[in-house]
């Protein structure tokens, strides 16, 4: 399974567009913030995708959850924006979180730099930004020889 991973497109419709028709095999789209209007719009034109998200710290009056859970593949994936585990200082409190929530994928946003990492057990993907200079997205592939998370820069 494919999961398209996105974050922080601050209004950026086109580069949120371009980065999910790049991804066409990608079952789940998962935001993690920072452009809940924009992917809301998203979901009437991929209605074979399905989508998640959380919000961010800019997405003012937003109802959305600050972290949530899925599973795909048996693999549990937690995700936020990262602002309310303060991300930007270290990881530290949202690998916690993860672990307490029994993940082994760790997806997180708002610093706008893209990572990916492992920690004993743990997979960890920042797929960085959207918007702004060198916009960026995540993929995480999940097959039966392992989990795979991946930075694609779009063009």
Not at 128 to 141: A, F
Request: charged share 20%; glycine share 10%; with cysteine.
């Amino acid at each position: 399974m494919r999961i398209i991973v996105l974050s922080d497109s601050h209004g950026d419709e086109s580069a949120l567009r371009r980065a999910l028709l790049a991804q066409p095999k990608a079952e789940v789209a998962i935001h993690l913030g920072d452009g809940e209007a924009e992917f809301a719009r998203a979901r009437a034109a991929f209605p074979e995708k399905m989508f998640l998200q959380v919000r961010g710290n800019c997405d003012w009056g937003s109802q959305l959850a600050a972290a949530g859970t899925f599973e795909a593949e048996g693999v549990k994936i937690f995700y936020t924006h990262g602002h309310a585990y303060g991300v930007k200082s270290g990881l530290y409190n949202a690998v916690c979180a993860a672990r307490e929530q029994g993940a082994q994928v760790l997806l997180y946003g708002h610093t706008h730099q893209a990572l990916t990492d492992y920690d004993d057990g743990l997979h960890i993907l920042n797929p960085g930004s959207l918007s702004g200079w060198r916009p960026s997205y995540g993929t995480l592939d999940i097959t039966p020889q392992g989990i795979v998370p991946n930075v694609i820069r779009l063009p």
